[in-house]
């Protein structure tokens, strides 16, 4: 069931039986409903709106020529226009949602106001720097199925937003390959409260999507203080509980005061 996107069946195996074993058991389990399943064979499909390319064993995000908006309404369906669930383009998309929330709390502008100049210039500077391209990344971690996974957690957080970026190392040359970002817009009062919310992020997000895999964790933060008050128990806050049960889980490495922006 975890394997299950709407109608799309996406998952991968360590060797071909195992591939063939499940391919069977999914045709009979279909066949015994009245439903019959198609199988992927060409070189290149799309999964989840990307593309994988099966050859080269990547998923990839292609970003096409973006019209400059005129509107608020134009930037707000700009912004949603890629599926990208692993956050591959996310230095984009998190940057598009705090220009759109700009112009609704710091310029006052409904929807069919025009966008400021200003506003207009962050837009085009986006578009100039990442926009028009492919962004790819490998699907296979370097790890087989059973295997803990070594993982490098960046969290950061300014005056809007808080983020996190997930990498794994791989076992065999030390390279960081990327696994997952997301950001999010923040109403905290201070940045070192949004800087403790950048790590929970992180870290609920590693617990949710890839905790039984994970073995050994560090992460990242340039703000230390933060750091050791998650792990000590000077927060009572439920949420802030429950991540330090989570961390327990793992292996925790010694922590880098690493500036991430």
Request: aromatic content about 10%.
């Amino acid at each position: 069931i975890d394997w299950f996107y709407v109608d799309d069946l996406v998952c991968s195996f360590d060797n071909a039986d195992t591939r063939l074993k499940v391919k069977t058991s999914c045709e009979r389990v279909f066949s015994m409903y009245g439903f019959s399943i198609g199988w992927a064979e060409e070189q290149v499909v799309k999964v989840l709106g990307m593309s994988y390319d099966r050859s080269r064993g990547t998923l990839s995000v292609i970003i096409t020529e973006m019209k400059i908006p005129v509107t608020v309404r134009d930037l707000a369906s700009l912004i949603p226009q890629r599926f990208d669930p692993c956050g591959i383009t996310e230095p984009m998309d998190g940057e598009l949602r705090r220009i759109f929330s700009d112009c609704w709390k710091k310029d006052r502008l409904t929807w069919d106001d025009p966008i400021p100049e200003e506003q207009t210039e962050r837009i085009n500077k986006i578009i100039r720097v990442l926009g028009k391209r492919e962004y790819e990344i490998p699907i296979w971690l370097g790890y087989r199925s059973g295997e803990k996974f070594t993982v490098h957690l960046f969290t950061d957080a300014n005056e809007q937003s808080i983020g996190a970026v997930i990498y794994v190392l791989h076992p065999h040359d030390n390279r960081l390959i990327f696994l997952f970002a997301k950001s999010v817009l923040h109403t905290r009062r201070t940045v070192p409260e949004a800087e403790l919310d950048a790590i929970l992020l992180g870290v609920n997000i590693l617990h949710r999507e890839y905790g039984p895999e994970v073995g050994k964790l560090a992460i990242h933060t340039d703000s230390m203080i933060n750091f050791h008050r998650l792990h000590s128990h000077s927060i009572n806050d439920l949420k802030y509980q429950q991540a330090r049960k989570v961390l327990l889980l793992w292996e925790t490495l010694s922590a880098y005061d690493t500036v991430v922006d």
